[in-house]
């Protein structure tokens, strides 16, 4: 079975950027999707971004332009790149395939 370890995330200031990476350990993405959700505090889990195995994306609407995913399958990596964040950015940011969740990984924009 994947198991999923994302990175990358941390504290940034408002407008700040980071990149999100999610690495799959004992077994590849292959010809799967992959999917970025975020919780923030009090909040039900939200859809952020999807990768196709040929690389199409999809965003939540409120989030295109900022974000961009990307995928490196020689990596078995999958990366979230975020633009402007926002305080309402702050989150823990989860990546999803295969009926697999990573733990999570906590961002915070604050200044």
């Known amino acids: 079975q994947v198991q999923l370890v994302e990175s990358g995330g941390g504290l940034v200031q408002p407008g700040g950027s980071l990149r999100l990476s999610c690495t799959a350990a004992?077994?590849?993405?292959?010809?799967?999707?992959v999917h970025w959700y975020r919780q923030a505090p009090g909040k039900q889990r939200e859809f952020v971004a999807r990768i196709l195995p040929n690389g199409a994306p999809s965003y939540t609407d409120s989030l295109k332009g900022r974000f961009t995913i990307s995928r490196d399958s020689a990596k078995s990596s999958v990366y979230l790149q975020m633009h402007s964040l926002k305080s309402e950015d702050t989150a823990v940011y989860f990546c999803?395939?295969?009926?697999?969740w990573g733990q999570g990984i906590q961002v915070t924009v604050s200044s």
């Open positions: 999803y395939t295969r009926n697999v």
């Open positions: 004992g077994s590849k993405f292959g010809s799967y999707a």
